[in-house]
């Protein structure tokens, strides 16, 4: 039968490219929860207990005077975003749909655009959990200052791309060894828990205790997203850059092991299993 060619320019096929990501990040949001709004109140409520649980421990163990000099609330919640943040987005990508997928087996349909909406739709769960706990906080409680805002985001993105980073080379060997994959993945997000550096600062840190954090992409993230919040706190054992570095070099091995996976894996692997 006769039917009618059409000629995709590139400005058509960028469009078609993110509606497609658009609407597979909408997906990925909804997953689990049936809606975004519930999948936003559960985040919400999730980085409200952390925050919560943090602040009492602090108060109950007089660690208090230990923190950074300023807002003790802020100083909890910078440590809290960027961690949660950093751990969603590995657990994202980790998470998302592989070349087995019965998704894939829609025509435009395909794992970069599977792995993208997953990170998206992490980031955008914890950005605007952060913007209404800062708001909440800011209206109902007392006024929250930043010191410079645009940095502190800024350290706040670099903590999602490094865990995308992490989720790469995770989601690249997930189908060669699916359990070990499980495992270090709920390690890694347990040992931040504490390596991440969210209860105390580098400057505060005996000299001997530093090389055990030094290691930590998450940790010089936020370290400097506290030296970009609080006025009186200048990082002098962290660099922006390294975490940067860390997620680059990170993010090419992931891409081009998943891209090494992607030719070879097979639904009969599974079968196997």
């Not at 080379?169 to 828990?193: C, D, G, I």
Request: hydrophobic letters at 55%; zero cysteines; proline letters at 4%.
């Amino acid at each position: 039968m006769f039917r009618i060619e059409r000629r995709d320019t590139a400005m058509t096929r960028a469009f078609t490219l993110g509606e497609l990501i658009f609407h597979a990040t909408v997906r990925n949001t909804r997953k689990g929860y049936g809606s975004g709004l519930m999948a936003l109140m559960m985040n919400v409520l999730q980085s409200v207990i952390f925050i919560a649980a943090f602040v009492i421990m602090f108060t109950v163990l007089g660690l208090r005077g230990n923190a950074i000099r300023g807002d003790f609330v802020l100083y909890i919640m910078t440590g809290i975003f960027l961690f949660m943040t950093h751990i969603k987005a590995m657990g994202a990508v980790v998470g998302s749909e592989g070349p087995t997928s019965p998704m894939m087996k829609h025509a435009p349909m395909n794992t970069a655009i599977a792995i993208t909406a997953a990170a998206l739709s992490s980031l955008y769960l914890q950005t605007l959990s952060m913007f209404l706990i800062l708001f909440g906080v800011h209206v109902a409680w007392h006024p929250i200052e930043i010191f410079d805002p645009a940095g502190a985001a800024m350290m706040f993105l670099l903590a999602w791309f490094v865990g995308v980073a992490i989720g790469m080379v995770l989601l690249a060997v997930k189908p060669w060894f699916p359990n070990l994959v499980t495992v270090v993945n709920s390690v890694y997000a347990r040992v931040n828990m504490i390596a991440s550096g969210k209860m105390f600062v580098a400057n505060t840190l005996p000299s001997t205790l530093l090389p055990f954090f030094d290691w930590n992409p998450l940790f010089h993230a936020i370290d400097q997203a506290r030296g970009y919040t609080f006025i009186n706190y200048n990082p002098h054992y962290t660099d922006w850059h390294y975490p940067l570095i860390v997620g680059t070099v990170l993010l090419v091995i992931g891409l081009m092991g998943e891209f090494y996976t992607r030719r070879r894996t097979s639904l009969s692997w599974f079968a196997a299993r």
